[in-house]
């Protein structure tokens, strides 16, 4: 815990002008970004008597290391860097809402030739018009259904469009009049992209305009006595105001708006958002949010209004915006809000009428959401507290083990030896910080050797990083597994150099392993302890508790000791333990699983000097399999555009000199198959079998 006031700045240093502050710990993470209309008189707050500060604000100021600001012209300027800087660090004690589902919505692909209707989910796209969010994605499919009648846009993915563009027959719903059938050039693109403009505009709120339109068209047939013309045109205006029905009119004037509220707690806060589009609701969401900080509900409103809107531009952004409380002061964010738009927004509390009506609606589903999320999640985080106290008081530890990292060696009888690092914070995993590790000090099955090779060079880059200066890096550095070695982890998938170089990011800031764990687990008894606990103090690490938990009686073993710890099996910290152990096994196997699969596709072709993808392929290409160029002549392989006869020797040497593959088997079946997967053998006689997983980031395959 740090003493405020060791990193407090000297008086006059900090400006009188607006701008954004950083706290940082004493690993350099980013823990807290605020803005302020005079930083000094801001930061000034943080350096009182710790007694007069809030408990959460006390925590914060105890547990950061330094401070940092940076000067700004405007306070519009501070509210979009601290926006950014808040998405880029993600600090601990800032206030981040988490939804507690992706939600749903209508989307048209407008970027594409001919437009698509589907329901999509996570990042919106460029190009695409977006509608909703939606509690279900039923609710969107039951929707598009009833206005294909009318509209009757594509709605099919591309391998089936062009499935039907080929065969020159189209789908289903092209078939009972639900898409105009533009894969078959029923309608033209331009007159396709017109059903899409014309099913967004309804989706948008005018719908009028089309009600009236088909009632006239229904009457002129009708007059014409076209009375089956004029019965579907009849059923057209029924699905349509069908439609409608599901989203009743909430303000009479056809109004834009998104409408905020918020309940709270001392704990907690949720966030209810209604989507209003031409007075009718189109959308609706929710979030939640631990407050970590002391906030009132003006900051809290700010806060949603960031995340709901840092991303959108245009008409993403309503022209009213109305809300239980206004930020302090108000007048930054609307205009912030306006920048996003390109038009005037309005931000406001509703006084009276319709709108201050549907705004007590939004508040009432806010507290449910409140107490529903209460409701689930006490258990689950009584849970998870208990279990870790319970770790604490087992080992001995002087706190709680807030970060846990646990580590397993995977082989198939001493080939493709591998291990595993799992990560689990606040006894939740954290995926995006598992590590994988190929051995490479020894050859054969030592897991004893395993484990301290493993455990060396985790702590290795953590030691190295921490003597650098720069910031902690929460999300996942794309640029570790492109630099590759044979000495270091890297981040799911290859090595990591210990060089200069690949410590840092191109950015200057530090990588992965710079955050030590308060435990770490082995997957082992004594033996593999005493290896763990080893490589730490080979490095000179004495403050990270080890601990090994065995297979056979689930017995948690200490390093220096001769019995283990025997957790009763009723207990959370056991089953805590249990679940660590075991994801850390299952990422292992899984990596394992991966290498060997990747080593029984291996071709004799990989071990000819100079010869790339591109030709390899043009060779199976040109011969169809392995067998066939096996059998070929230096000169029928000189044929192959882009292969000289030199290589061509070179090739007919390395495939005389490889051993015959061993025939493929199906797996599923037995089936003996004859070889004529292009460039697929078995290496050293292995049979090559189907089904291999693949490895993919933080995710069971």
Same mark, same amino acid.
Request: contains cysteine; glycine residues 8%.
């Given at each position: @815990?740090?003493?405020?006031?060791?990193?407090?700045?000297? #008086?006059?240093?900090?400006?009188?002008? #607006?701008?954004?502050?950083?706290?940082?710990?004493?690993?350099?993470?980013?823990?807290?970004?605020?803005?302020?209309?005079?930083?000094?008189?801001?930061?000034?707050?943080?350096? $009182?008597?710790l007694?007069?500060?809030?408990?959460?604000?006390?925590?914060m100021?105890t547990t950061?290391?330094?401070?940092?600001?940076?000067?700004?012209?405007?306070?519009v300027?501070?509210?979009?860097?601290?926006?950014?800087w808040? =998405?880029?660090?993600?600090?601990?004690?800032?206030?981040?809402?988490?939804?507690?589902?992706?939600?749903?919505?209508?989307?048209?692909?407008?970027?594409?030739?001919? #437009?698509r209707?589907?329901? @999509?989910?996570?990042?919106?796209?460029?190009?695409?018009? +977006?509608?909703?969010?939606?509690?279900?994605?039923?609710?969107?499919?039951?929707?598009?259904?009833?206005?294909?009648?009318?509209?009757?846009?594509?709605?099919?993915?591309?391998?089936?469009?062009?499935?039907?563009?080929?065969?020159?027959?189209?789908?289903?719903?092209?078939?009972?009049?639900?898409? !105009?059938?533009?894969?078959?050039?029923?309608?033209?693109?331009?007159?396709h992209?017109?059903?899409?403009?014309?099913?967004?505009?309804? @989706?948008?709120?005018?719908?009028?305009t +089309?009600i009236?339109?088909?009632?006239k $068209?229904?009457?002129?047939?009708? /007059?014409?006595?076209?009375?089956?013309?004029?019965?579907r045109?009849?059923?057209?205006?029924?699905?349509?105001?069908?439609?409608?029905?599901?989203?009743?009119v909430?303000?009479?004037?056809?109004?834009?708006a998104?409408?905020?509220?918020v309940? /709270?707690?001392e704990l907690?806060?949720?966030v209810?958002?209604?989507?209003?589009?031409g007075?009718?609701?189109?959308?609706?969401?929710?979030?939640?949010?631990?407050?970590?900080e002391?906030?009132?509900t003006?900051?809290?409103?700010?806060?949603a209004? $960031?995340?709901?809107?840092?991303e959108?531009?245009?008409?993403?952004?309503?022209?009213?915006?109305?809300?239980?409380?206004?930020?302090?002061?108000?007048?930054?964010?609307?205009?912030?809000l306006?920048?996003?738009?390109?038009?005037?927004?309005?931000?406001r509390?509703?006084?009276?009428?319709d709108?201050?009506?549907?705004?007590?609606?939004?508040q009432? &589903?806010?507290?449910?959401?409140?107490?529903?999320?209460?409701?689930?999640?006490?258990?689950d985080?009584t849970?998870r507290?208990?279990?870790?106290?319970?770790?604490?008081?087992?080992?001995?530890l002087?706190?709680?083990?807030?970060?846990?990292?646990?580590?397993?060696?995977?082989?198939?009888?001493?080939?493709?030896?591998?291990?595993? @690092?799992?990560?689990?914070?606040?006894?939740?995993?954290? =995926?995006?910080?598992?590590?994988?590790?190929?051995?490479?000090?020894?050859?054969g099955?030592?897991?004893?050797?395993?484990?301290?090779?493993?455990? !060396?060079?985790r702590?290795?880059?953590?030691?190295?990083?921490k003597?650098k200066t720069?910031?902690?890096?929460?999300?996942?550095?794309?640029?570790?597994?492109?630099?590759?070695?044979?000495n270091?982890?890297?981040?799911?998938?290859?090595s $990591?150099?210990?060089?200069? &170089?690949?410590?840092?990011?191109?950015?200057?800031r530090?990588?992965?392993?710079?955050?030590?764990?308060?435990?770490?687990?082995?997957d082992?008894?004594?033996?593999?302890?005493?290896?763990?606990?080893?490589?730490?103090?080979?490095?000179?690490?004495?403050?990270?508790?080890?601990?090994?938990?065995?297979?056979r009686?689930?017995?948690v073993?200490?390093?220096?000791?001769?019995?283990p710890?025997?957790?009763?099996?009723?207990?959370?910290?056991?089953?805590?333990?249990?679940?660590?152990?075991?994801?850390?096994h299952?990422?292992a196997?899984?990596?394992?699983?991966?290498?060997?699969?990747?080593?029984?596709?291996?071709?004799p072709?990989?071990?000819?000097?100079?010869?790339?993808?591109?030709?390899?392929?043009?060779?199976?290409?040109?011969?169809?399999?392995l067998? =066939?160029?096996?059998?070929?002549?230096?000169?029928?392989?000189?044929?192959? #555009?882009?292969?000289?006869?030199?290589?061509?020797?070179?090739?007919?040497?390395?495939?005389?000199?490889a051993a015959?593959a061993?025939?493929?088997?199906?797996?599923?079946?037995?089936?003996?198959?004859?070889?004529?997967?292009?460039?697929?053998?078995?290496?050293?006689?292995?049979?090559?079998?189907?089904?291999?997983?693949?490895?993919?980031?933080?995710?069971?395959t």
């Amino acid at each position: @815990m740090a003493d405020p006031s060791s990193y407090r700045p000297k #008086p006059g240093e900090i400006p009188d002008s #607006p701008g954004v502050y950083r706290f940082r710990d004493e690993h350099r993470r980013v823990i807290y970004v605020g803005k302020a209309k005079s930083l000094r008189q801001r930061l000034a707050n943080y350096f $009182q008597d710790l007694a007069s500060l809030h408990p959460r604000t006390r925590t914060m100021v105890t547990t950061a290391a330094s401070v940092e600001w940076t000067v700004v012209s405007t306070e519009v300027e501070a509210l979009q860097l601290e926006y950014s800087w808040i =998405k880029e660090f993600d600090p601990r004690f800032n206030v981040k809402y988490r939804d507690d589902k992706s939600y749903p919505y209508l989307a048209v692909t407008m970027n594409e030739e001919f #437009p698509r209707v589907q329901v @999509m989910r996570g990042h919106k796209r460029k190009g695409v018009r +977006y509608f909703g969010p939606y509690g279900h994605a039923w609710a969107i499919r039951d929707t598009v259904d009833l206005l294909l009648r009318v509209f009757p846009v594509r709605t099919c993915s591309a391998g089936v469009f062009k499935n039907a563009t080929r065969t020159g027959r189209p789908c289903l719903l092209g078939y009972i009049g639900k898409c !105009s059938a533009p894969c078959v050039d029923r309608v033209s693109a331009d007159e396709h992209r017109d059903l899409a403009e014309e099913f967004c505009d309804f @989706m948008a709120g005018r719908t009028g305009t +089309y009600i009236r339109r088909l009632e006239k $068209q229904m009457t002129d047939a009708a /007059e014409e006595m076209e009375y089956e013309r004029a019965a579907r045109l009849r059923d057209d205006i029924g699905a349509l105001k069908k439609a409608m029905e599901k989203s009743a009119v909430v303000l009479a004037d056809a109004t834009d708006a998104d409408l905020i509220a918020v309940a /709270e707690d001392e704990l907690e806060a949720a966030v209810q958002i209604f989507h209003v589009r031409g007075g009718r609701v189109r959308g609706q969401r929710g979030w939640v949010t631990d407050k970590v900080e002391e906030i009132t509900t003006g900051a809290l409103v700010e806060h949603a209004l $960031q995340q709901l809107y840092g991303e959108e531009k245009g008409d993403s952004v309503p022209k009213e915006v109305l809300v239980p409380a206004l930020p302090e002061p108000f007048e930054p964010v609307q205009e912030w809000l306006a920048e996003r738009r390109g038009s005037g927004v309005s931000l406001r509390i509703p006084q009276r009428g319709d709108k201050k009506a549907l705004m007590e609606t939004v508040q009432r &589903n806010a507290q449910q959401a409140l107490v529903l999320h209460k409701t689930k999640r006490a258990s689950d985080l009584t849970t998870r507290s208990r279990a870790l106290e319970e770790i604490a008081e087992a080992l001995d530890l002087d706190s709680a083990p807030l970060r846990i990292e646990c580590y397993d060696i995977s082989h198939l009888q001493g080939d493709d030896v591998v291990a595993s @690092m799992v990560v689990f914070e606040d006894g939740l995993q954290r =995926k995006s910080e598992y590590r994988r590790f190929q051995i490479k000090g020894f050859a054969g099955q030592d897991d004893v050797r395993s484990m301290h090779e493993v455990i !060396s060079r985790r702590f290795k880059r953590y030691l190295a990083e921490k003597e650098k200066t720069g910031e902690w890096v929460d999300d996942a550095s794309q640029s570790d597994a492109s630099q590759n070695s044979e000495n270091e982890p890297s981040p799911i998938g290859g090595s $990591q150099s210990l060089s200069e &170089n690949g410590l840092k990011d191109d950015d200057g800031r530090p990588k992965k392993f710079a955050y030590p764990p308060q435990l770490v687990v082995v997957d082992g008894g004594q033996p593999q302890v005493a290896a763990a606990k080893r490589a730490l103090d080979e490095l000179g690490i004495d403050d990270i508790a080890v601990c090994g938990l065995a297979k056979r009686l689930e017995e948690v073993w200490l390093p220096a000791e001769d019995d283990p710890v025997v957790l009763p099996r009723t207990s959370e910290g056991l089953y805590l333990l249990q679940r660590v152990r075991d994801e850390a096994h299952r990422f292992a196997i899984t990596y394992q699983r991966t290498k060997r699969s990747q080593r029984f596709r291996s071709s004799p072709l990989d071990d000819v000097p100079g010869l790339g993808d591109t030709r390899k392929q043009a060779l199976l290409k040109h011969f169809g399999s392995l067998k =066939k160029l096996r059998s070929a002549t230096i000169d029928q392989i000189c044929e192959v #555009p882009g292969i000289g006869r030199k290589t061509a020797e070179t090739i007919a040497v390395a495939l005389a000199q490889a051993a015959p593959a061993a025939p493929a088997v199906n797996t599923a079946t037995g089936e003996i198959m004859d070889e004529e997967e292009p460039g697929t053998t078995g290496s050293g006689g292995d049979p090559v079998t189907a089904g291999a997983p693949d490895e993919r980031r933080g995710q069971e395959t």
